[in-house]
């Protein structure tokens, strides 16, 4: 937990404390899932400081974007993380204040004793909205003090809310985490300090079956009715052909630098039926990623990453995005319909340049027994790769 | 609120707008001890736009001739705060290049010592950089997105952090010519500053795939197939940091198997390749990153889908391969 205060107490804010700067290789030092927070003004700790009853429309926007940050669910169905505004009176962990600053200034957070975030009241013209300004800002603030670090910028072709660096006219209008958000968020809280999980929605817990893609096919999602054996949800997939080209997959934009770690590939799989003859195949896959030079030196990103653009590079000789490369995968394994098969695979150190993008795929078929030509569903759960 | 705009001198005011160029002469003060008097943090530097990104959407550019004096005086007073200030200001560009005229301002009051310092004591010139809300409660007003004041040995950027937020990254990226870039940026026109600036390839959001680069079977591109194919390799090559890929000649590599991790199935490793019209599969090794060149080209087969492919060959060291070949052959 972050140090507590108590609503409507005055918050110290050490001005010697570094805003919490990041890289999604590592937590920071805030690193907190249960966050309560409330709306503070205190010009004696901040000259800068304004008070949010100025400006309701905008704490509520403010509001929102906090409530959005405990939507992400692990892979057994529980939030990953609760972020909360606290009562009145109700001690608290986290001030979160608006100042009024010059426009090129968006917000920051210190997660020390007397825990802050602020946001910048002066928005930019070029913001598409005030709306979008609060929302990302907050986000982003917040997301810090929960441990998350800098992403790149366009990794899931909308804007993540860690990207940091870059001009509010690209600030999603939109209150709505992306891809991205929830698989840092997961990275974050979905398996403590050991192994994390690094794919999103790896349970299909958080809105069925967002987050995933398949080649071919056709799926559906499941639910057990109640806490199943892998949380409450599972998958459907009948691949409607036997080809490793039909697969379903996820994948995760991971920045690395120079602090390349290893990755386990996890599955469970399941046969529908014992009239089909089912088989499933795990692999991961990776694609390394080139970051554009030049970037403002004052954006700090761990790992050698300082100093670059965080764009992909177009300039390089793969076009900042290298091809896809098989780096582990099970073999094809005999599933079962009574129980769940767990697939794992392992890749060490794999070769990295600034990132990667790192795909989860599960290959498989269930074949008629009496009608080759006729396929039938195989299910699968909690499906994800797990990093160091 | 609509900008409120009075010409005050129905004749030009000349303008400098040469580089490093100062109007007046008094004692010498530096770039650096003037940005870090009045640009200065007094915490470390909160998160920011970044500046280059954010010169990009300035409107106007406006050279500033005064500011009124209660502004000024007031600037000091009570906690620091955006407001409307009016100055008397010439724009830099555009139809009134040179005119001085009243124009009240969305700005900062801790960029106002610094401005303020310039003008009273004609150490250099002051520019302000703005644009222009289209709709919420400021509708109609402009916000002073950067100011900056141009001095014999630099420029400084007066206002709360704004001299470590702006100046200092510009100098990184521009080096000696950053005053030439904000000066070009000073008289051109608003749509030229990504090419002033040296943004225009960066502003967009880099998710076009590459041509070097295949897409995966989600999207294999126009005219291209997705085959089936067994791939064995010999035994030597397992273990080793290279890449075995598949290529279509003029449209990318990939997708590719890592030698040193996988170890080929009994009946060939599984992998779905990218064939053109003519049907042809070829292969070539990459290093382990994929990053750089195609080291050696293994051989091109004809497939229709599901063969076994075998490649052969002695690997080198160095990534070459002595007599490399490649068959096909139907399951």
């Known amino acids: 937990m972050l140090a507590t205060l108590a609503a409507g107490t005055t918050v110290t804010i050490s001005l010697s404390a570094t805003s919490t700067f990041a890289y999604p290789e590592q937590p920071n030092g805030c690193n907190d899932s249960t966050i309560k927070y409330a709306f503070t003004s205190d010009p004696a700790s901040s000259p800068y400081s304004v008070p949010w009853s100025l400006y309701p429309t905008r704490q509520g926007w403010v509001e929102d974007a906090l409530g959005q940050l405990n939507s992400v669910r692990g892979i057994e169905g529980n939030p990953l993380q609760s972020i909360t505004k606290a009562g009145f009176a109700e001690a608290y962990d986290v001030g979160v204040e608006l100042h009024d600053d010059p426009g090129i200034l968006y917000g920051a957070s210190t997660c020390f004793v007397g825990a802050t975030m602020w946001i910048n009241s002066i928005v930019p013209p070029s913001t598409p909205s005030q709306a979008a300004f609060y929302w990302q800002v907050g986000q982003h603030e917040m997301m810090h003090l929960a441990g998350a670090n800098h992403s790149a910028r366009f990794d899931d072709s909308t804007l993540p809310r860690m990207a940091t660096c870059l001009n509010s006219s690209y600030f999603r209008n939109s209150v709505t985490l992306n891809k991205d958000d929830r698989g840092e968020i997961t990275w974050l809280h979905d398996g403590g300090t050991g192994n994390r999980v690094m794919t999103s929605n790896a349970g299909f817990e958080n809105n069925q079956l967002t987050d995933w893609s398949k080649t071919a096919g056709t799926w559906a999602y499941k639910s057990y009715g109640a806490q199943g054996p892998n949380g409450y949800t599972y998958a459907s997939w009948n691949s409607g052909g036997q080809s490793s080209s039909r697969y379903v997959y996820n994948d995760s934009n991971v920045v690395t630098g120079n602090s390349n770690e290893s990755y386990h590939g996890i599955a469970n799989v399941m046969a529908n039926s014992s009239s089909y003859k089912s088989t499933a195949r795990l692999s991961v896959w990776f694609r390394t990623k080139t970051y554009l030079p030049g970037g403002d030196p004052d954006c700090n990103y761990a790992d050698n990453m300082t100093g670059r653009k965080m764009n992909l590079d177009p300039d390089s000789y793969s076009g900042g995005l290298g091809p896809w490369v098989e780096r582990v995968a099970t073999g094809s394994v005999t599933l079962t319909p009574s129980a769940w098969t767990p697939l794992a695979t392992t890749v060490y150190n794999p070769p990295t340049t600034d990132g990667f993008v790192m795909r989860i795929r599960l290959e498989g078929a269930a074949q008629n027994t009496s009608n080759a030509a006729q396929f039938g569903d195989i299910y699968f759960d909690s499906m994800a790769v797990i990093g160091t | 609120m609509k900008l409120a705009v009075t010409l005050l001198a129905a004749g030009g005011l000349s303008l400098a707008v040469g580089c490093g160029e100062v109007a007046g002469s008094t004692t010498p003060r530096s770039a650096a001890e003037l940005g870090e008097r009045y640009g200065a943090c007094d915490s470390d530097p909160p998160e920011h736009a970044d500046p280059v990104e954010f010169l990009a959407t300035v409107e106007q550019w406006s050279q500033v001739l005064k500011v009124d004096t209660a502004a000024l005086e007031s600037a000091g007073e009570g906690r620091p705060k955006t407001s409307l200030v009016t100055m008397t200001v010439a724009d830099t560009r555009g139809p009134e290049t040179g005119k001085a005229r009243s124009v009240s301002l969305l700005t900062h009051s801790s960029m106002l010592a610094g401005i303020a310092d310039a003008l009273s004591t004609s150490i250099g010139e002051v520019y302000v950089g703005y644009s222009f809300y289209r709709d919420g409660p400021e509708k109609g007003q402009a916000l002073v997105l950067v100011p900056y004041v141009v001095v ?180």
Do not use: M
């Open chain 2, 152 to 331: 014999t040995d630099g420029f400084y950027v007066p206002g709360h952090c704004l001299d470590s937020a702006i100046r200092r990254p510009l100098e990184a990226r521009y080096g000696e010519t950053t005053q030439q870039v904000l000066q070009k940026l000073r008289i051109s026109p608003p749509e030229s500053a990504p090419e002033i600036l040296g943004l225009k390839s960066q502003l967009q959001p880099t998710t076009e795939r590459p041509l070097s680069v295949l897409g995966s079977a989600e999207d294999p591109g126009k005219d291209l197939k997705i085959l089936d194919l067994f791939v064995s390799w010999p035994h030597q090559w397992t273990g080793r940091k290279y890449l075995l890929c598949s290529l279509v000649a003029s449209r990318g590599v990939g997708p590719c198997i890592a030698l040193e991790t996988i170890i080929p199935e009994a009946g060939g490793h599984p992998l779905s390749v990218y064939v053109d019209g003519d049907s042809r599969a070829e292969f070539v090794l990459l290093p382990d990153d994929g990053t750089t060149g195609v080291l050696s080209t293994i051989g091109t087969v004809f497939v229709n889908g599901g063969e076994r492919v075998s490649i052969a060959g002695n690997l080198a060291e160095d990534g070459s391969i002595v007599t490399p070949s490649v068959t096909a052959q139907s399951k």
